[in-house]
Structure formats: structure tokens, C-alpha cells
Nanobody, 119 residues
Framework: QVHLVESGGGLVQPGGSLRLSCKAS???????????MAWYRQAPGKQRELVAE???????NYAESVKGRFTISRDASRKMAYLQMNSLKPEDTAVYYC??????????WGQGTQVTVSS
């Protein structure tokens, strides 16, 4: 059974950096190759929104609010996805979720990790 497991959230001051990680546990490597990995976030009282997504061999897509500050990457050999977040702002505070869509259009979500940007 495939599970997405996030890590790396926490409390950081404005202007700081965090790196989120997502492990596609139980997914075989050949399936990971054809899987689009993405990060979403949901702030209190707001709808969940797409932050960044990256397909294998594809171009990364970013929300306008994070362009130039966040970078999504993936490592197929480890079946991992990452979100490097720099120049963090208080408005980046949210629960961040890892998401995957495989070649069969099966959608999976991680349990979420809290990111709090505050002085």
C-alpha cells in the first residue's frame, strides 16, 4: 500500500527557510517515474491551494505567490519529493500537503505538515 509521508515542517521566522520532504512509501520506482508530485497548502479558514507541481521530465509549475521563493524537486531513486521554501512570509503559514497523481490517475494525499512563519 502506498503512503505519502511528509516531514520538515516547523516554526520559522520571517525571511527564513524550510525544506519539506515527501516520501512515497510503498510505491515502486517505475510507478514513481510516471507520477506527478505536488505540494498544496491550506491556511486556517481558507481553501486548499496548489503551491507547486512537478512531473517527471516536466517543467515545474508554481503558484504566483511563491514564484522565485519556493522550489519543487524530486528524486526518483529515493521516491522523494521536496519543497525548498526561502524568504518565508507570515502568509505562508499553513498546513502543507504532499500529493501524487500516478499514470492511472490515482490521487493520494499525505497527512500534512504544519509550517508556521512568525517572529
Amino acid at each position: 500500500q502506498v503512503h505519502l509521508v511528509e516531514s520538515g515542517g516547523g516554526l520559522v521566522q520571517p525571511g527564513g527557510s524550510l525544506r519539506l520532504s515527501c516520501k512515497a512509501s510503498g510505491m515502486i520506482t517505475s510507478v514513481f517515474w510516471g507520477t506527478t508530485m505536488a505540494w498544496y497548502r491550506q491556511a486556517p479558514g481558507k481553501q486548499r491551494e496548489l503551491v507547486a507541481e512537478l512531473a517527471h521530465g516536466g517543467t515545474a509549475n508554481y503558484a504566483e505567490s511563491v514564484k522565485g521563493r519556493f522550489t519543487i524537486s524530486r528524486d526518483a531513486s529515493r521516491k522523494m519529493a521536496y519543497l525548498q521554501m526561502n524568504s518565508l512570509k507570515p502568509e505562508d503559514t499553513a498546513v502543507y500537503y504532499c500529493h501524487s497523481t500516478d499514470a492511472s490517475r490515482v490521487s493520494r494525499w499525505g497527512q500534512g505538515t504544519q509550517v508556521t512563519v512568525s517572529s
